[in-house]
DNA sequence: GATAAAACCGAGTGTATTTGTCGGGTTTAG
DNA sequence: CTAAACCCGACAAATACACTCGGTTTTATC
């Protein structure tokens, strides 16, 4: 039940780009000394994203990424689908809908998976990056 | 963000525990005939959950595994944390506290990941065996 | 136009985890 | 005594993870 560092580097990318959101496009050295991640791995991240249409980029010197929409408009869970995957607990739960188990029909075990799914989905839907944003004290930086 | 085999099979294998409760201990010989799961792999699995008191096995001929408790006080959660260790998306937040993530002391992501924690917790502490059996029309086999 | 900064692209690589298998040992009912 | 079951640890194949690397294309600036 964990989320890979794909998913959490990918968030934490997309914050910084949000709390700078106003200064032009922002390199990925930069948004990597800011969070301590490697240059090259986050590349290797905000290139899907990009490809999802949640950030656009610049080439060229004094390029870089910024956000593809305004942060209200984009949600946890948007990006890591992008960068997890469908947000399900177990293959048979994926929507859109993956076959049931091979074994029975009737797999009570199913609902659960189900309702971990519903909830997980729940919260990341419901959290924008400007909700992030807002609620941390402006970090400077 | 998936579940392993583990806590899917787990889970699996104590649903045919409560469903056959009242029918003495099952061998591993049959619960992974009835779930369709190899027996050295299950022998694995049910090892742990003894351990943490969820079963109880009886050796010798006739004997096998039963719930520890009644159906009603197991959940899915404690199957799962048995089985897949601490249910928490990313270790920063894992019960009891690990550290902070090392880079900066408020990180915004990081209420995130605590708000996965708590809603899949949640939904996993809420669901007993026995809700699993009931909601199940009952399965023969 | 040359330079250099930056995005872009695809392949490769070492490690860790997952998902089991296998063989042997111990307990115990009949 | 023996067969059925639990118990334990080693091992192995496959997969996923977390990066790294080298090179190409784009484009502002000198």
Redo the contacts with the bound molecule.
């Keep these: 039940m964990k989320i ?3 998913g959490q580097y990918g968030v934490r990318a997309m914050i910084v780009l949000a709390q700078h959101e106003a200064e032009g496009p922002m ?3 930069v948004i990597a000394a800011k969070q301590g991640l ?1 240059h ?2 986050l ?2 991240l ?2 899907p994203l ?1 490809r999802a249409g949640l950030v656009r ?9 910024h956000l593809a929409a305004r942060p209200e408009e984009i949600t946890v869970g948007d990006i890591l689908r992008v960068l997890e995957g469908p947000l399900a607990p177990v293959e048979c739960v994926e929507e859109p809908s993956q076959g049931l188990c091979d074994y029975e029909s009737a797999c009570p075990a199913r609902t659960v998976w189900a309702k971990i799914r519903d909830s997980v989905q729940e919260v990341v839907d419901s959290i924008s990056l400007k909700d992030l944003v807002e609620s941390s004290g402006q970090v400077e930086g």
Excluded at 57 to 65: A, C, D, H, N, T
Aim: glycine letters at 14%; a positive charge; proline letters at 4%.
């Design positions: 890979s560092t794909r390199s990925i050295k490697s090259s791995y590349e290797q905000l290139a990009r980029s610049v080439r060229g010197p004094v390029g870089g990424y």
